[in-house]
């Protein structure tokens, strides 16, 4: 699929907007105020190799970097391995890969950090629907501008 912008430029800019979506959702969340289930991978990471992460990861700035560096990643991942293995259209892909994710931290990621089935020990109902529906809007807006991008239409 990608041709008018090219993989890594469209991945880019998607990713950007997406995460950027993604973390003022997270952020909105602190207004209510609801509690998700934010920091798990780097908590996971941290407990897995302790001692690699030297700097203060409880800093706020750190935190909102590692989670926009992550949503990078994940954007490049997208568009390099992910949507050219799935069928469907955009919002397909984008629901199929926020499903995916959702089912990663829930049953591994929450459950080894203590936090129980998708952060079910220290969230309520609330908060695991918010925090799903943070990374939904994410994958969602990330597939669909994708495919904008790649598709060259948002000069017509």
């Known amino acids: 699929m990608a041709k008018a912008w090219g993989r890594l430029p469209s991945a880019l800019v998607a990713g950007a907007v997406a995460i950027t979506a993604n973390t003022l959702a997270l952020k ?13 991978l780097l908590r996971m990471i941290r407990s897995l190799f302790p001692g690699w992460l030297r700097v203060h990861t409880g800093n706020a700035v750190f935190q909102i970097g590692f989670h926009l560096f992550v949503g990078m990643l994940m954007a490049l991942a997208y568009a390099y391995a992910i949507e050219p293995a799935l069928k469907g259209g955009p919002w397909t892909k984008g ?32 908060g695991m629907i918010w925090f799903a529906a943070a990374h939904t809007l994410f994958f969602v807006w990330l597939s669909v501008m994708y495919a904008w991008l790649c598709s060259g239409k948002q000069g017509a």
């Open 28 to 40: 909105a969340a602190d207004l209510v105020p609801l509690a998700t289930a934010r920091g798990g």
């Open 95 to 126: 629901l199929l890969c926020a499903l995916a994710l959702w089912l990663l931290n829930a049953l591994f990621v929450q459950p080894m950090i203590g936090e129980g089935f998708a952060g079910s020990a220290h969230l309520g109902v609330a």
